[in-house]
């Protein structure tokens, strides 16, 4: 039987081209919407029409209830997880001095408690079959730090030293866990940044002088799900067009 994967917050941006890749290579493809998302079945008709038949759950990945109900009932209806994606994420971009608790709640909550809350449940069984693939969408930011997101760019650091000690502790046991660090994408993130912003203080920081695209994180992701990446874990992979190398 085909793996199974679950890509966090699929509908758009990298998560849907995780989601592509990923059924292109033969992987069954699951993902998860915001239980606000009222376009979740505009979007698999529109993916449908593509030729791939994904399933979809609601699910905040920032409550730890409806993470678990979500995997309780994903295991019930099709399977165990193979491969976990925490891809889902959000920005709440302003000076620190700007910044109010409730913005730094939020993206803690998202960014990097959502990590432990879709991990904890699928985690275990990954163990006892021995085999398994954990691949944390991070940031460039969690690296080098940004300007306007100290919450940000805590949670997304955050995310690695998750990274790095659960990958010691399930080494032996088949489950690789990564982080892939991805620079500026040209998704709706990216393009809510004010243009001017983006063309005098970002785009020129970018060696390669573009945005990413997301099919580029996808067939990293793809990689790191492999069986031939069985050697790689607790990495945290840089794909940024050169704006950060470490
Ligand atoms: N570096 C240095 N100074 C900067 C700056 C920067 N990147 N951006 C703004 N400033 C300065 C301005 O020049 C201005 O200076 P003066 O007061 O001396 O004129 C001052 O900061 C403005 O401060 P404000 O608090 O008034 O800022 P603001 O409210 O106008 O905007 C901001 C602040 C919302 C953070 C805006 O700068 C911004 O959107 N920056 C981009 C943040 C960013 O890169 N976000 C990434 C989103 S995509 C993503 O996150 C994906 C990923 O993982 C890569
Ligand atoms: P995006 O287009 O804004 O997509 C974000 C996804 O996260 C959406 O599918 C959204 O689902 C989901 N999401 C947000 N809050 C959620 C919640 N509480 N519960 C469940 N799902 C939630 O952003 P993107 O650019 O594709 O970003 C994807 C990931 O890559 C994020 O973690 C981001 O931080 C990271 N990243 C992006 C870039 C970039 O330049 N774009 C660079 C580095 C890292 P709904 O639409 O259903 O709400």
Known sequence: MARLALVTGGMGGLGEAVCIKLAALGYRVITTYSPGNTKANEWLVAMDRQGYQFRAYPCDVADYESARECIRTIETEIGPVDVLVNNAGITRDMTFKKMEKTDWDAVMHTNLDSVFNMTKPVCDGMVERGWGRIINISSVNGQKGAFGQSNYAAAKAGMHGFTKALALEVARKGVTVNTISPGYIGTKMVMAIAQDVLDSKII????????????????LVAYLAADEAAFVTGANIAINGGQHMS
């Open 204 to 219: 020129p920081q970018i060696p390669m002088g573009r945005l990413g695209k997301p099919e580029e994180v996808a067939g």
